[in-house]
């Protein structure tokens, strides 16, 4: 059973801060993503990355940016927050895009910006 | 510009009888359609998929129709329990892994 985790389920930074998301996958996925969800936006693509090292931006990158040193881990990162990233945060993992082409997700993180 | 669109925000349907959700999207070069649900502090987990060079696809309860004339595509469920209750999302996959959804649904079913 793929299992996403991610660090935090609910978490309140001030505007400035800098601010890390942690999301981990034990299915050795190469493919995994950074989505945030809004009311009436669904889910929006911030970076996603198709290996240890690699990324590249989704549709709404600006104000973020990702890390991914290991396999299983992929970081997102608020260099400074802001009251407009307040948002849920999910990251999802997948294999190489094939027929199903399923991602999984970890439980999300709130994120609050005060 | 939203290319994946679901017009109704919410949906009430009475235990027993069929929900039925909308998604139209814009963007020909999809090629791979997926539903997920979400229940209120999860992440989505996956529902049902559908490929373009396919009308119609069935899982149990859940049943997705393509028209891919018309850029519409819909997920039937049948008989809707009130375990069916949560935020449904529409998705769908052009080139590569990358998926653009839909503003979702939050379904209802009153017992």
């Known amino acids: 059973d793929v299992k996403v985790t991610q660090s935090s389920r609910y978490l309140v930074k001030r505007t400035g801060e800098k601010v890390f998301l942690e999301c981990v996958q034990d299915m050795d996925h190469e493919n995994m993503f950074w989505y945030r969800q809004d009311p009436g936006l669904g889910l929006r693509l911030i970076y996603f990355s198709y290996d240890v090292k690699m990324k590249e931006k989704g549709d709404i990158p600006e104000g973020y940016s990702v890390s991914r040193e290991k396999k299983e881990r992929f970081s997102l990162i608020l260099e400074s927050a802001s009251t407009n990233q307040t948002s849920m945060y999910l990251c999802?993992?997948?294999?190489?895009?094939?027929?199903?082409?399923?991602?999984?997700f970890g439980p999300g993180t709130r994120l609050t910006v005060l | 510009d939203q290319q994946v669109k679901q017009n109704s925000p919410s949906l009430s349907v009475q235990e027993g009888r069929i929900s039925i959700l909308n998604c139209d999207y814009t963007?020909?070069?999809?090629?791979?359609f997926l539903w997920y649900k979400k229940y209120p502090a999860e992440g989505p987990t996956f529902l049902i998929s559908?490929?373009?060079?396919?009308d119609k696809n069935e899982d149990g309860r859940f049943t997705v129709f393509l028209n891919k004339s018309a850029k519409h595509l819909s997920l039937h469920i049948v008989p809707s329990q009130p375990g069916d209750s949560a935020v449904y999302f529409c998705?769908?996959?052009?080139?590569?892994?990358?998926?653009?959804f839909g503003g979702g649904t939050r379904v209802l079913v009153k017992p």
């Open positions: 998705a769908a996959r052009a080139a590569g892994n990358k998926l653009t």
């Open positions: 963007n020909s070069m999809f090629d791979y």
């Open positions: 999802a993992s997948s294999l190489p895009a094939q027929g199903s082409d399923t991602q999984y």
């Open positions: 559908i490929s373009s060079i396919k």
